[in-house]
């Protein structure tokens, strides 16, 4: 079945500092790469996404990037906030199984 | 906006008791999924459907069912609740295949 790993699991950044997330997967067609934040006690919702044909895509102060013959796609925050922490995932589209399987997420704390 | 709506936002059961979960979504969207999410596990898949009456099993379908009999609504089922399954589930729908994901609130199911 299809394989996501995220890594780190947990990171702590100083407020203005940038921070990476990267997102391995396995199925060679995936061709749609999201990332969701789930603050404390609340839904995951869709913050950046990219397709197959781009290879980085930016929103303000978030981007994300797409290696697709390395298969990883990594989540960019520049000039962290306090209230950029939350917990990220990745949810790379498994053309195979026609589901989105989510990686196991990173609990990103940023400090003031 | 889309708007999925789940159930119950809280829930305690006794261990052996059949439970109904119910996911709404007002959207017209196609496909509806249930994961679970536990910490340091992300979210894993139980259940989704890609059309009414239609179901596919996830990566952890023993001990749910599901029932999608209209459009907007996907149940899942605990047919005899067990202590392991107390958990955070999340309902999620997707207007196709690979869009972004749109999440209810989330039940936070405790079985005693």
């Known amino acids: 079945g299809e394989n996501v790993e995220q890594h780190p699991s947990t990171l702590s950044v100083q407020e203005g500092d940038s921070a990476v997330i990267k997102c391995t997967y396995s199925?060679?067609?995936?061709?749609?790469f999201p990332w969701y934040k789930q603050e404390l006690g609340k839904r995951p919702q869709l913050i950046i996404d990219i397709r197959s044909n781009v290879g980085e895509k930016k929103d303000q102060r978030i981007a994300v990037t797409l290696n697709k013959t390395a298969k990883h796609f990594s989540l960019h925050i520049t000039e962290t906030q306090p209230e950029d922490s939350a917990v990220y995932f990745c949810a790379p589209y498994n053309t195979g199984g026609f589901k989105t399987i989510f990686g196991a997420g990173t609990r990103l704390f940023v400090k003031a | 906006d889309v708007k999925v709506t789940q159930s119950s936002r809280y829930l305690v059961k006794r261990t052996g008791e059949k439970v109904f979960l119910e996911c709404v979504q007002d959207?017209?969207?196609?496909?509806m999924f249930w994961y679970r999410q536990d910490p340091g596990l992300g979210l894993r898949l139980i259940y989704f459907?890609?059309?009414?009456?239609?179901?596919e099993k996830g990566d952890i379908p023993e001990g749910y069912s599901v029932s999608r009999e209209k459009k907007e609504r996907f149940s899942l089922i605990l047919e005899s609740a067990s202590t392991n399954q107390t958990s955070m589930y999340l309902c999620?729908?997707?207007?196709?295949?690979?869009?972004?994901?749109?999440f209810g609130q989330g039940t936070r199911l405790t079985v005693v």
């Open positions: 999620a729908c997707t207007y196709s295949s690979n869009t972004e994901a749109f």
């Open positions: 199925d060679s067609a995936s061709n749609y």
């Open positions: 959207m017209d969207h196609e496909n």
């Open positions: 459907s890609y059309d009414v009456k239609m179901k």
